[in-house]
């Protein structure tokens, strides 16, 4: 272990806390909102560490969902991991499948972005070690701030606005990441078919402009390649 890469790693996630922070303060709250006992909420954080799928999800439970709905807007927003998974994948190929699998538990957005553009950077990087640094504090940042949220609940007043966190989190990953045609048109129609089917029930809105964006992505593409 580096400790010179893991303070990096730590270091380079640190300005990340403070979108995360009021993101996970929203989740435990919206879990305390959704009916959840406080050890429910807490376990539910701990065991789904999910994000944008975990506040989705509850959010849905707190509207008396379906669960199928539930279970599909939640394994939909995830699929970007497996997408993740399969790019960072190769740099931890050395590795023995039990020090795998706590990496792949970790894996977010911010954690992803960051270790793959430290790793094709600085090729010297001892990755572990990094990668421990930028995702074991954003796992260690959000699961604190759930469990302060869970215990505010619902003693939060609302004109806070501590949801604004959530877009920010997410714009602030994605506009780096819109950097050729068919990634920049996927994110952009994705956002207006969103706005446009904002109404539609149980966040299904959300579905359809994801499965907008990624047709729109692969109909560009296809065309750049023709």
Known sequence: MDGEDLRAGVRDASPLFLG??????????????????????????????????????????????PLSVVVAT???????????????????????????APLSYVLTDQAYAL??????????TDRLSYYLGVAGSIWLVWQVGT????????GVPPELGLSFA???VFLALLVPAMKDRPTTAAGVVAAVVAVGAAGVPYNLGLLIAAVT???V???????ENV
Do not use: C, K, W
């Open 166 to 168: 959530v877009p920010l």
């Open 20 to 65: 995360i922070v009021p993101f996970a303060l929203v989740a435990g709250i919206a879990a305390v909102e959704a009916g959840l006992t406080p050890v429910q909420a807490v376990a539910t954080s701990v065991i789904v560490f999910a994000g944008a799928a975990q506040l989705a999800a509850l959010e849905l439970l707190g509207e008396t969902a």
């Open 147 to 154: 469990v302060a949220g869970v215990l505010l609940g619902t």
């Open 74 to 100: 939640a394994v939909i927003i995830n699929l970007r991991l497996v997408m993740y998974s399969a790019s960072i994948a190769p740099h931890f190929r050395s590795f023995r499948r039990r020090i795998q």
């Open 213 to 215: 964006g990624i047709v």
């Open 217 to 223: 992505a692969l109909a560009v593409e296809a065309g």
């Open 115 to 124: 270790s793959v553009a430290r790793f094709s950077r600085e090729g010297d």
